[in-house]
C-alpha cells in the first residue's frame, strides 16, 4: 500500500507543478553509434559514417544494415537501437547493403565492397550468427534482394552515370543460382528531370551526368515500387525517386511527383539510397542517407521519415522540417510528424573554453570544398567567440586545445525559451580511430540559467557508457533558460570538435506574420525556378512547399535568413504548386495562398 499511495502523491504532485507529459520523439540524423571508416583510412583520413540503409521488419522487431559498418543494429520501436557484432562479417563491412525477411522465417542479407559474395542468411539476426550460401552471385554492388509472394527471388544492382538500373532473377532454392533471366529496367532522364542532375543544388560545372544507384523494391497493392538515388551521395539534392510497374520485371512508369525523399535545405541535407519498410501496424517508413561531407564526400547519416501512399498510388515521404524532433513512430496519429518543437539556439552568441582551430567548410564540386579557418576573436570580456556551433551547418566545426573537463560551451540564446531537448552533433577532426571499436563514449553534462548566473544540470552523462556522435537528449520535463552550457569530460578521438549544439523548443514570444510578396518565376529552362519573398520580421527563415497539386504538396526546402531561392530540380513537363510560411523558435506562420505554375 505504501507504494501506492507514493506513486499516486507523485503522480499529484508533477500534475499540481503543471508538469506536463512529453511525447517520446525522434531528431535526424538518427542518434546512433555510427562507425568509423576503413575506406579512405589509407590516406589518413578519420571519420565515421553511416549510409545506404536497409532495414527490415522481422517478428515483430526491426534490423538496420548500413554500409561498411562491421555489423549491423537491432531495435524494437524504431528510435532506440542496439548495434549487433557478428560473429562472422565481410572483412571491410558490408557496402551498399541488402536484406529482406521471407515470409518471417528467415531473413537474407547481401552486401561485398568488391562487388560479389554469397548471400547470408539466419532466422535469428539479434544472436549475430549467419550462414552463407554455397553459391556466388556477381554484380552486387548497390543491390537490393526481393522476393515476391509466389516464392520468386530478384536481384535490382547499379551504381553508375552511364548504365541503368538491371534485376536478375534468382532461384531461391538452389542457392540464390541465377536462372538466366535478366533485364535492364531504367535510367536517368536529366533532360527531363532537374533533381536527376549532378551537383550541389544540381549543378556542376563540367560533368552533366548524374548517378543512379541504391535500388529498392517495395510492393504495396500489388503494385512495384522500384525506388532509386540520384545524382550524387555528397550533395544536398541527394534524393530517392520511384518508377511504377504491375510485376518485378517492369515494364516501369516515372512517378509524376518525384522524388519521393528529398531534403534539400536546413541543417543536415539529403534523403537518398534508402529503403522502405512496413512497421507492425502498417505505417511505411523510409531510411535513407544524408550527407554530412566534411572530412570525406563518403562521410554520410541515417535519417528516417514516415511514408504514405496516396488516393492515386503515389508514394511520398513527409521531410517536413526534417531534421527539427518528429513524433515517435508509437505515437497513435502522427507518427513521424514535425512535432511542434522549434529551434532556439540559432545564431545564439557562443563563448568556448578555448579554440584550436575554427574551420567553416561547404561542397561545390566534386573534388573540392571552399574552406575557410576563422580567425580567433574574443568579446569585451576577453572570452574566446564562436559563430560555428549555433549557424545550423554540420560542415563548420569547432576543435577545442583539449579532450579534458576544463573544455566547456556557453550559448546565450537570442531569446529564451521552454527547453524540451538538445541535440550534440560532434565532429571527427583528426580522431585517429579509422574501424568498428568497442567502449567509446561520450561524457558530458550540460546546464541551463534563465540569467547566466543561477544554473541547474539538466543532463548528466559524466558517467555514460554511450557512443553518441549526435546525441539526441530529451528532457523530463521542459525548462525555461536563455543560457546553455555544455561541459565536455571526454569524447572519443584524439580531439574534442562539435560542428552544432542544437536547442529545442518553444519561444515565449509570437510566431511571425505571414509571408508577402511570394513570387516564383520559371526560368527558360523549365527545369528551374527563382523564388523571392519580402523579408518578415522576427523569422529566422523559411520554408517553401511544393508539388503536383494543391492538395500533394510533398517536397519542401527549408532556409535559413535569406529571402530568396533558385531552384533546379524540377521536373520539365509538370505543373506545379509552391506556397511558403515563415519560421521563428515560437512556431511557424500560415502558408501564403497557393501559386500554381505551369
Known amino acids: 500500500m505504501k507504494r501506492t499511495f507514493a506513486a499516486l502523491f507523485i503522480i499529484i504532485s508533477f500534475s499540481a507543478l503543471g508538469q506536463e507529459p512529453v511525447p517520446q520523439t525522434y531528431c535526424n540524423p538518427l542518434d546512433i553509434d555510427y562507425t568509423y571508416m576503413v575506406y579512405n583510412s589509407s590516406r589518413n583520413i578519420s571519420y565515421r559514417s553511416g549510409a545506404d540503409p536497409a532495414v527490415i521488419e522481422f517478428r515483430g522487431e526491426y534490423s538496420m544494415f548500413v554500409t561498411r559498418s ?64 554455397a553459391s556466388i552471385t556477381n554484380n552486387i554492388q548497390d543491390s537490393e534482394l526481393f522476393i515476391d509472394d509466389d516464392g520468386k527471388a530478384y536481384l535490382y544492382w547499379g551504381s553508375s552515370n552511364v548504365h541503368p538500373i538491371r534485376v536478375k532473377e534468382l532461384n531461391k532454392n538452389d542457392r540464390f543460382l541465377e536462372t538466366g533471366v535478366q533485364k535492364e529496367l531504367i535510367n536517368l532522364v536529366e533532360e527531363e528531370h532537374g533533381w536527376e542532375r549532378f551537383g550541389e543544388n544540381n549543378f556542376h560545372p563540367t560533368l552533366k551526368e548524374g548517378y543512379m544507384e541504391g535500388a529498392s523494391m517495395t510492393k504495396h497493392d500489388d503494385k512495384y515500387y522500384l525506388q532509386y538515388a540520384a545524382p550524387g551521395t555528397q550533395f544536398n539534392v541527394y534524393a530517392d525517386g520511384v518508377y511504377i510497374g504491375e510485376t518485378p520485371l517492369g515494364p516501369f512508369t516515372y512517378m509524376k511527383n518525384n522524388p519521393m525523399s528529398f531534403k534539400p535545405g536546413g541543417f543536415t541535407n539529403g534523403a537518398g539510397h534508402g529503403v522502405t519498410v512496413k512497421q507492425t501496424n502498417g505505417q511505411y517508413w523510409h531510411f535513407a542517407t544524408m550527407a554530412l561531407a566534411s572530412n570525406s564526400h563518403w562521410e554520410r547519416r541515417v535519417c528516417m521519415f514516415p511514408t504514405y501512399f496516396d488516393d492515386e498510388g503515389l508514394m511520398h515521404s513527409d521531410t517536413h522540417y526534417g531534421d527539427y524532433p518528429r513524433f515517435a513512430p508509437s505515437h497513435p496519429t502522427k507518427a513521424g510528424q514535425h512535432n511542434g518543437w522549434m529551434l532556439l539556439s540559432y545564431k545564439g552568441k557562443t563563448t568556448v573554453s578555448s579554440s584550436q582551430m575554427q574551420i567553416r567548410k561547404s561542397t561545390s564540386t566534386d573534388d573540392d570544398y571552399e574552406i575557410s579557418e576563422m580567425p580567433l576573436v574574443r568579446n569585451r570580456e576577453g572570452e574566446i567567440t564562436s559563430e560555428l556551433l549555433t549557424d545550423e551547418s554540420p560542415k563548420s566545426y569547432w576543435v577545442a586545445e583539449a579532450n579534458d573537463d576544463k573544455q566547456w560551451v556557453e550559448i546565450e540564446m537570442v531569446n529564451p525559451g521552454k527547453i524540451y531537448a538538445f541535440q550534440l552533433n560532434y565532429h571527427d577532426h583528426e580522431s585517429g580511430i579509422y574501424t568498428r571499436v568497442d567502449g567509446l563514449r561520450h561524457r558530458f553534462t550540460i546546464e541551463v540559467s534563465e540569467d547566466g548566473e543561477t544554473w541547474q544540470t539538466v543532463v548528466d552523462r559524466s558517467n555514460s557508457w554511450k557512443d553518441t556522435p549526435n546525441a539526441y537528449i530529451v528532457l523530463s520535463h521542459p525548462v525555461n533558460g536563455k543560457f546553455i552550457r555544455y561541459n565536455n569530460i571526454e569524447v572519443p578521438g584524439a580531439n574534442l570538435a562539435m560542428s552544432e549544439i542544437r536547442v529545442f523548443g518553444l519561444g515565449l514570444g509570437e510566431k511571425p506574420a505571414q509571408v508577402k510578396g511570394f513570387k516564383v518565376n520559371r526560368e527558360s529552362d523549365r527545369r528551374d525556378a527563382t523564388f523571392s519573398w519580402n523579408p518578415v520580421k522576427g523569422a529566422q527563415g523559411y520554408n517553401i512547399r511544393w508539388g503536383i497539386a494543391p492538395d500533394k504538396l510533398y517536397q519542401s526546402w527549408l532556409i535559413y535568413e535569406d529571402d530568396e531561392l533558385l531552384m533546379r530540380n524540377l521536373d520539365k513537363n509538370t505543373t506545379y504548386y509552391f506556397t511558403i510560411e515563415a519560421f521563428n523558435e515560437n512556431g511557424i506562420s500560415a502558408q501564403t495562398e497557393i501559386i500554381e505554375i505551369e
Open 70 to 133: 562491421f555489423g549491423y543494429w537491432h531495435s524494437t520501436d524504431l528510435v532506440n537501437w542496439q548495434f549487433i557484432k557478428p560473429a562472422q562479417w565481410f572483412f571491410e563491412g558490408s557496402n551498399a547493403p541488402t536484406a529482406f525477411n521471407y515470409k518471417d522465417s528467415v531473413v537474407y542479407f547481401a552486401g561485398d565492397p568488391a562487388g560479389y559474395g554469397s548471400i547470408l542468411y539466419t532466422d535469428d539476426p539479434k544472436s549475430g550468427k549467419w550462414t552463407p550460401t
